[in-house]
């Protein structure tokens, strides 16, 4: 079936460090691809999508590119603010499965 | 414009008893979905409806069970509750489904069984 696998986590950086989050799947067919967000406390809001291989998502000056040799999805960011402070799931939908599956998630944290 | 509203925020259970959770879609949007969140765990699929049927499940068992009302409003239902169900659930819409279609998160119910 449909998985995706992210970097465990907890990450943690200094503000204005670059950011990499891993993030590959095993899907049949041609999946759409998403990265959400979960400050604390709160539910889960969109970060950026990608629909076909080669689209890159970004928002909010993170980005990730759909790469379907490499089955990957990974999110970057080039200078990182504590207010980014999170949990990061990666997810895919469609791939002959009708419904949004998640990554585990990776925790960030950024200091001062 | 209002986005996916659930309640109650947080609800406490004895363990046995029932808990009903409610969920109110994004206007325009007809399919509703049921994820749960445990403490330390990633997001599980619960359940998915669409124009009031249910269309997929997780592998959750039967005392899991929901509906989607006519105006597209969902309710989850957890019987026979067990400690370890104690849980964020979250409830998320969308248009119609589709694999590129953004599906949208409310802010969750706590829910604690005691």
């Known amino acids: 079936g449909n998985s995706v696998t992210q970097m465990e986590g907890p990450v943690t950086l200094s503000e204005e460090a670059f950011l990499t989050i891993n993030c590959t799947y095993t899907a049949t067919g041609y999946p759409s691809l998403f990265w959400y967000v979960q400050y604390p406390g709160e539910g889960l809001q969109l970060l950026l999508k990608?629909?076909?291989?080669?689209d890159k998502g970004s928002n909010k000056g993170f980005e990730a590119t759909y790469r379907k040799e490499t089955t990957s999805f990974h999110l970057e960011k080039g200078s990182v603010q504590v207010s980014d402070s999170a949990v990061y799931f990666c997810a895919l939908s469609g791939g002959g499965y009708n419904k949004l599956i998640f990554g585990a998630g990776t925790r960030l944290a950024v200091h001062p | 414009e209002a986005g996916v509203t659930q309640s109650p925020t947080h609800l406490i259970k004895t363990r046995g008893q029932q808990a009903t959770l409610r969920c109110s879609p994004i206007?325009?949007?007809?399919?509703v979905y049921w994820y749960q969140q445990a403490l330390g765990l990633g997001l599980q699929f619960l359940l998915w409806?669409?124009?009031?049927?249910?269309?997929n499940r997780g592998n959750f068992p039967p005392r899991f069970s929901g509906r989607q009302f006519p105006n597209y409003s969902s309710e989850l239902n957890v019987n026979a509750l067990e400690l370890e169900d104690s849980a964020l659930y979250l409830c998320?819409?969308?248009?119609?489904?589709?694999?590129?279609?953004?599906?949208?998160f409310g802010e969750g119910s706590w829910l604690t069984v005691v």
């Open positions: 206007s325009g949007h007809t399919s």
């Open positions: 990608a629909t076909k291989a080669d």
């Open positions: 998320a819409s969308s248009i119609q489904w589709s694999s590129g279609n953004t599906i949208y």
């Open positions: 409806y669409d124009e009031g049927e249910e269309r």
